[in-house]
């Protein structure tokens, strides 16, 4: 576990007879632990200045409890085993989401709940996952434009997802390109429903 501008040490936080844990922390990092689970006594201890979490190359898959890091910024889940299906708790301070190598294959299912618990999200990275297609995954250029499409369309709010910009003619084509789509749906539902 690295902190902030403090080595890494087993134990630092439950050893007998040494001072309790270091508070006010800006930044914890549990990369590389192994972990199937997400250390919450030590991570809740910094809940008042929290403010970057990697919880990355872990087995971790439910991140409930971290909806009380009220600082929290920045959240880096990369190369774990969250699925389309993750419940993320309510988190309104975060910006910056890296989920990285996942086991992410539901793209609209995986969006809505990032739009809808992370409503102040500016960066998302989901590269090497399923639903993200692309030149590293087997993606084609069109897959990978689509898929940026729907993802910008569906978050307004991004200013970069994955490595690349949102560009603001990106943006214009993503919205004229998924309400087109709905607008397609919508009168397909209607035709249906006279029949």
Same mark, same amino acid.
């Given at each position: 576990?690295?902190?902030?501008?403090?080595?890494?040490?087993?134990?630092?936080?439950?050893?007998?007879?040494?001072?309790?844990?270091?508070?006010?922390?800006?930044?914890?990092?549990?990369?590389?632990?192994? %972990?199937?689970?997400?250390?919450?006594?030590?991570?809740?201890?910094?809940?008042?200045?929290?403010?970057?979490?990697? %919880?990355?190359?872990? %087995?971790?898959?439910?991140?409930?409890? /971290?909806?009380?890091?009220?600082? /929290?910024?920045?959240?880096?889940?990369?190369?774990?085993?969250?699925?389309?299906?993750?419940?993320?708790?309510?988190?309104?301070?975060?910006?910056?989401?890296?989920?990285?190598?996942?086991?992410?294959?539901?793209?609209?299912?995986?969006?809505?709940?990032?739009?809808?618990?992370?409503?102040?999200?500016?960066?998302?990275?989901?590269?090497?996952?399923?639903?993200?297609?692309?030149?590293?995954?087997?993606?084609?250029?069109?897959?990978?434009?689509?898929?940026?499409?729907?993802?910008?369309?569906?978050?307004?709010?991004?200013?970069?997802?994955?490595?690349?910009?949102? /560009?603001?003619?990106?943006?214009?084509?993503?919205?004229?390109?998924?309400?087109?789509?709905?607008?397609?749906?919508?009168?397909?539902?209607?035709?249906?429903?006279?029949?």
């Amino acid at each position: 576990m690295e902190t902030e501008g403090l080595p890494a040490a087993p134990g630092q936080y439950s050893q007998p007879g040494q001072p309790g844990p270091v508070l006010g922390l800006r930044s914890l990092s549990f990369a590389y632990q192994g %972990l199937l689970e997400i250390p919450y006594e030590v991570i809740l201890a910094q809940r008042d200045t929290l403010e970057v979490l990697d %919880l990355s190359y872990n %087995l971790l898959e439910d991140p409930a409890l /971290l909806g009380e890091l009220e600082q /929290l910024s920045t959240l880096i889940l990369d190369c774990n085993i969250y699925s389309s299906h993750v419940k993320f708790p309510y988190m309104p301070s975060v910006t910056t989401v890296w989920i990285n190598k996942n086991k992410i294959s539901n793209l609209p299912i995986f969006v809505e709940e990032i739009r809808r618990k992370f409503p102040n999200i500016k960066i998302l990275s989901m590269m090497n996952n399923e639903a993200a297609p692309s030149y590293f995954n087997g993606g084609s250029l069109p897959q990978y434009i689509d898929y940026r499409q729907y993802v910008i369309s569906q978050i307004p709010s991004l200013t970069i997802l994955d490595d690349t910009e949102v /560009l603001g003619k990106e943006r214009a084509q993503a919205k004229k390109t998924y309400r087109m789509q709905r607008t397609r749906e919508g009168s397909k539902r209607r035709k249906e429903l006279h029949r």
